[in-house]
Nanobody
Framework: QLQPVESGGGLVPPGGSRTPSCTPS????????LAWFRQAPGKERELISC????????KYAAGLGGRFTISKDDARNTVSLRMTDLRVQDSATYLC???????????????????????WGQGTRVTVSS
């Protein structure tokens, strides 16, 4: 069972920073791309960033304004999402999901093919509030 585990959420003041992390259980990030989603109450789940298994492809949803940075540490088998200049509208549960494509297709990563990702984590809640 491929199961990402997120951590690092919490309460952040507007303009502050937070870096949630995702540590997979049962698989290594050297073999799978990984994506970060977020979901605010009453809203659809939004695909916001992805990183390929090599780490050479990084993508971000439009509208993040360069405030988010995704990175991976293969030695620690962890993917992090550095979020800066946080705004109230960034409040959401942040979830990571692993690449579920067949191995032969498992290159790069996409922000448009949501079905490329599955095996969801439970998420970590980030609340931006003063």
């Amino acid at each position: 069972q491929l199961q990402p585990v997120e951590s690092g959420g919490g309460l952040v003041p507007p303009g502050g920073s937070r870096t949630p992390s995702c540590t997979p259980s049962g698989f290594t990030l050297e073999d799978y791309a990984l994506a970060w989603f977020r979901q605010a109450p009453g809203k659809e789940r939004e695909l916001i960033s992805c990183i390929s298994k090599s780490g050479g492809t990084l993508k971000y949803a439009a509208g993040l304004g360069g405030r988010f940075t995704i990175s991976k540490d293969d030695a620690r088998n962890t993917v992090s999402l550095r979020m800066t200049d946080l705004r109230v509208q960034d409040s959401a549960t942040y979830l990571c999901a692993a690449d579920v494509r067949p191995p032969a297709l498992r290159y790069g990563c996409s922000l448009y093919q949501r079905n490329d990702y599955g095996n969801w984590g439970q998420g970590t809640r980030v609340t931006v509030s003063s």
